[in-house]
């Protein structure tokens, strides 16, 4: 029997690329392990999952054993990755035993970023990665009515507008001076911030929790400010960072994420990487559409048909329904200005980055403008040509 191609991960990334891959090749083995259940979910969905109504078990899509099934397919649940022996193209499991393997595609993600905050609460604040921490999230929020969010990018927006749903008023921080500060430009961040605070969330903007103090069953956050903050619970929401460890100790090169090429090869032969743990000419991108892209070109590479990874503009949508917004950022080191106007309807902001050239390299979309998405994204250049 040939050795398998196996892959480490069971999110998006690890899912999609053995679907992607069974299109082509329904004979070669596939063995997924993964750290948790198994089970297929949209990690997208764990930060509006209360307004729709959702639950861990609900969020749940399809159990492992019917994907298993489907993709004909050894999956592995619960399972530790002690290591991996490269040359000898063995995967080496918590547990001692070791797997050898044609090709290994690492799909790790990312882990949430702990931030330096003093105090005997601080190791009670929350963060929601996975389907397991959403459970253990849900189980806290009985007799919730406060909650400070730690972070004001665009998963810690989500979940601010998200808890409105369940009646629990979030109090928003970030050092940054508006929402999303790194994807949106002033006037339209401001124009986000007034319409979230108006369906109840509330932002301490500019500034940054210091401590996290225990007070009963309650907490007690104190700002760099001096204000004390009383709350029920804690979220931090303040970024990922990617799993390298585990590529870094076998020797492979890691920079901010687990250094691949437009092939998705890392530095090791017969290794590859892919989602929110990998990068590609300096990206870390942990979006849905760049890991469908990635998964569907190493799929048709493992299966004979060498494709390299291409980017096409990547728009994407920011599930607060308080204010509609989509964006798709220019390029780190692009040259240019942004344009920004009000739609005629006064209901929406339309913002496009324009370069030193006058080509559109990027825009942002809030309220009803949103509607102009499909329009302008025709007019975006590549993120990868």
């Given at each position: 029997m ?15 690329f ?6 082509h090749d ?17 990690k997208?969905?764990l ?7 959702k639950?861990a ?9 019917r994907?298993?099934?489907?993709l004909?397919a ?6 530790t990755i002690?290591?991996?022996?490269t ?5 080496v499991?918590a ?14 993600g ?14 009670d604040i929350?963060s ?17 009515e ?5 972070g004001a990018?665009l998963?810690?927006c ?7 749903a369940r009646?629990v008023?979030p ?5 940054a001076?508006?929402?999303?500060g ?7 961040g401001?124009w ?8 109840g969330?509330?932002?301490?903007m ?19 400010d001096?204000e004390?903050?009383?709350t ?9 960072r990617?799993?390298t460890?585990l ?6 090169v890691?920079?901010?994420?687990i ?12 290794i590859?990487?892919l989602?929110?743990c ?6 870390v991108?942990?979006?849905v ?6 998964a ?6 493992l299966?004979g048909?060498p494709?390299p990874?291409?980017?096409p503009p990547?728009p ?11 964006v ?10 942004w344009?920004?106007g009000a ?7 339309e913002?496009?980055?324009v370069?030193?050239?006058?080509t ?15 329009a302008?994204t025709?007019r ?6």
């Amino acid at each position: 029997m040939n050795p398998p191609i196996v892959i480490v991960g069971s999110g998006l990334a690890g899912y999609t690329f053995a679907r992607e891959f069974r299109k082509h090749d329904r004979d070669t083995p596939l063995v997924v392990f993964s750290r948790d259940a198994a089970d297929f979910y949209s990690k997208p969905m764990l930060s509006n999952a209360f307004s729709g109504h959702k639950t861990a078990a609900t969020l749940v899509m399809k159990p492992a054993a019917r994907i298993a099934e489907e993709l004909h397919a050894d999956i592995r649940p619960r399972a530790t990755i002690a290591g991996i022996e490269t040359a000898a193209q063995e995967l080496v499991l918590a547990d001692g035993n070791r797997i050898a393997y044609r090709d290994l595609v690492l799909g790790l993600g990312a882990d949430p970023i702990r931030l330096p905050i003093a105090g005997d609460g601080a190791a009670d604040i929350l963060s929601v990665n996975d389907l397991d921490d959403f459970a253990r999230f849900a189980e806290r929020l009985e007799g919730v009515e406060r909650m400070v969010v730690l972070g004001a990018g665009l998963i810690g927006c989500e979940f601010a507008n998200d808890l409105l749903a369940r009646n629990v008023v979030p109090t928003v921080i970030d050092i940054a001076d508006q929402p999303l500060g790194r994807l949106l430009p002033p006037q339209a961040g401001q124009w986000m911030r007034a319409r979230l605070e108006a369906a109840g969330v509330a932002f301490r903007m500019g500034n940054s929790a210091t401590s996290v103090e225990r007070a009963g069953t309650k907490y007690r956050v104190t700002l760099a400010d001096g204000e004390v903050l009383e709350t029920d619970l804690v979220l931090s929401a303040v970024g990922l960072r990617p799993r390298t460890e585990l590529a870094k100790a076998a020797g492979l090169v890691t920079n901010r994420g687990i250094v691949i090429n437009r092939m998705l090869e890392t530095t090791v032969s017969h290794i590859y990487a892919l989602g929110d743990c990998a990068e590609v000419e300096g990206l870390v991108l942990p979006f849905v559409m760049p890991i469908m892209n990635q998964a569907r070109a190493l799929a048709a590479t493992l299966a004979g048909k060498p494709t390299p990874l291409t980017y096409p503009p990547m728009p994407v949508v920011v599930k607060t329904p308080a204010c509609p917004t989509v964006v798709c950022p220019p390029a780190p080191n692009a040259q240019g200005s942004w344009q920004i106007g009000a739609t005629d309807d006064g209901g929406g902001i339309e913002a496009i980055y324009v370069g030193d050239d006058e080509t559109s390299l990027g825009f942002a979309l809030l309220g009803t403008a949103t509607a102009r998405k499909q329009a302008l994204t025709t007019r975006m250049p590549a993120v990868l040509s």
